[in-house]
Nanobody, 124 residues
Framework: QVQLVESGGGLVQAGGSLRLSCAASGRTFTSYAMGWFRQAPGKEREFVAGISWSASTTYYVGSVKGRFTISRDNAKNTVYLQMNSLKPEDTAVYYC?????????????????WGQGTQVTVSS
């Protein structure tokens, strides 16, 4: 089991920045690739970004490339999502998730463990 707790959400104006954090506890953090998903009201959950267990590989959905950066600190069992140049369309609940090695985590698949989510609201 892996327990995930997100933090760092909030209200920000368009063009601003936020940094989300996800603290993991439980089984070995480096056994998992990590990802960030988001779900806006009335929309399906969307895979936003992912990072391999070693941080050597990252993936981003096209709409956030160049604006968002995913990173991880394995010594702190924490994964981050730095969000810059935020747009109103980035408004959503953001979820952190963990996928075992060997899964197609870069496609948004294989994520077995989820956090409770943190709200990000971008005003225009």
């Amino acid at each position: 089991q892996v327990q995930l707790v997100e933090s760092g959400g909030g209200l920000v104006q368009a063009g601003g920045s936020l940094r989300l954090s996800c603290a993991a506890s439980g089984r070995t953090f480096t056994s998992y690739a990590m990802g960030w998903f988001r779900q806006a009201p009335g929309k399906e959950r969307e895979f936003v970004a992912g990072i391999s267990w070693s941080a050597s590989t990252t993936y981003y959905v096209g709409s956030v490339k160049g604006r968002f950066t995913i990173s991880r600190d394995n010594a702190k069992n924490t994964v981050y999502l730095q969000m810059n140049s935020l747009k109103p369309e980035d408004t959503a609940v953001y979820y952190c998730a963990a996928a075992r090695r060997g899964t197609s985590w870069y496609k948004g698949l294989g994520y077995d463990y989820w956090g409770q989510g943190t709200q990000v609201t971008v005003s225009s």
